[in-house]
């Protein structure tokens, strides 16, 4: 006897949905049977993961979507109830970091000031502004226009981050910027409580991707010094995959096994966030 996956036929909605994560998610759903709405600034990119999965079998479209407009999310609310008819979950995986939000050293030197190296006080606030903007707003922005779409029932689900417990150095603007997501996960599921929807969030630790593989990885695929930090305070001693994400983005959209679940911040990081360094 087969039984039918607890996602199937769900209305799946996933902003930075063609980025490295973004498409690892798209992916695990469309294998769930569920119908995936793929959104990405470049749009390009969203309809070629689409056909791909359409080739494959499964629901998907891809739409051009920047989370940090409300008309151009509203055109792709309506494109996707255009073609699915209704919206169930929403993941809001779009985010990153910029440059001029980052310091050049982990430690502050007084000599830093009469040198190339970017210190605290040179940090541009556009850089800061760019970072907030793409992850709180680009979370912000979504749930606004897609969740009155849920209150028939349905999940949130945020991407937060390891710095989001405790920042991490040279990135404050981004430390900031995932914390305020886990508090914002936080004061959405208490807001949808009486509704029918939760809201939770995953905070990765530390994955190896194209994205960040110039910061871990020398020319010669040794790790970096910075690499060698993160590997020495994660207890299980290595990178996380894409794919070991999947388990916990499944359970907690999952309204079966995750049913009384909302608020929660969910680590994926190896044993990271436990480990004091001693």
Same mark, same amino acid.
């Given at each position: 006897m087969t039984h039918n996956h607890p996602l199937q036929g769900k209305v799946i909605?996933?902003?930075?949905?063609?980025?490295?994560l973004g498409t690892s998610?798209? $992916?695990?759903?469309?294998?769930?049977?569920? !119908?995936?709405?793929?959104?990405?600034? #470049?749009?390009? !990119?969203?309809?070629? *993961?689409?056909?791909?999965?359409?080739?494959?079998?499964?629901? @998907? &479209?891809?739409?051009?979507?920047?989370?940090?407009? =409300?008309?151009? &999310?509203?055109?792709?609310?309506d494109a996707i109830l255009s073609e699915f008819h209704q919206i169930d979950i929403l993941i809001n995986g779009a985010g990153g970091n910029h440059p001029k939000g980052t310091t050049g050293h982990?430690? /502050?030197? +007084? @000599?830093?000031?009469?040198?190339?190296?970017?210190?605290?006080?040179?940090?541009?606030?556009? %850089?800061? +502004?760019?970072? /907030?903007?793409? #992850?709180f707003l680009g979370t912000l922005l979504p749930t606004q226009v897609f969740a009155k779409e849920m209150l028939h029932g349905g999940?949130?689900?945020?991407?937060?981050?390891?710095?989001?417990?405790?920042? *991490?150095? =040279? &990135?404050?603007?981004?430390s900031a910027a995932k914390a305020a997501i886990s508090n914002f996960t936080q004061w959405l599921a208490v807001y949808f409580s009486k509704t029918n929807i $939760?809201?939770?969030?995953? @905070?990765?630790?530390?994955?190896?991707?194209?994205q960040n593989e110039a910061l871990l990885l020398d020319n010669d695929g040794n790790w970096t010094p910075r690499a060698n930090k993160i590997i020495t305070n994660t207890p299980m001693g290595r990178f996380g995959e894409a794919d070991e994400l999947l388990g916990a983005l499944l359970f907690l959209i999952d309204d079966t096994a995750a049913s009384f679940i909302t608020g929660v911040?969910?680590?994926?990081?190896?044993? /990271?966030?436990?480990?004091? %360094?001693?």
């Open positions: 909605v996933i902003t930075g949905g063609a980025g490295v998610f798209a $992916r695990a759903l469309a294998k769930t049977k569920a !119908k995936v709405a793929i959104l990405d600034l #470049n749009e390009g !990119k969203a309809m070629e *993961l689409a056909q791909e999965l359409q080739k494959e079998g499964y629901e @998907a &479209i891809g739409l051009a979507c920047n989370v940090l407009d =409300k008309a151009s &999310i509203e055109a792709a609310k982990e430690f /502050f030197d +007084q @000599a830093d000031l009469s040198s190339d190296i970017q210190t605290f006080f040179d940090l541009d606030p556009s %850089g800061i +502004q760019f970072v /907030f903007d793409l #992850n999940n949130i689900l945020n991407v937060s981050s390891m710095n989001a417990f405790t920042p *991490l150095t =040279k &990135i404050p603007a981004y $939760r809201v939770n969030a995953i @905070a990765p630790g530390f994955f190896l991707t194209a911040v969910l680590p994926v990081d190896g044993g /990271f966030s436990a480990y004091s %360094g001693v």
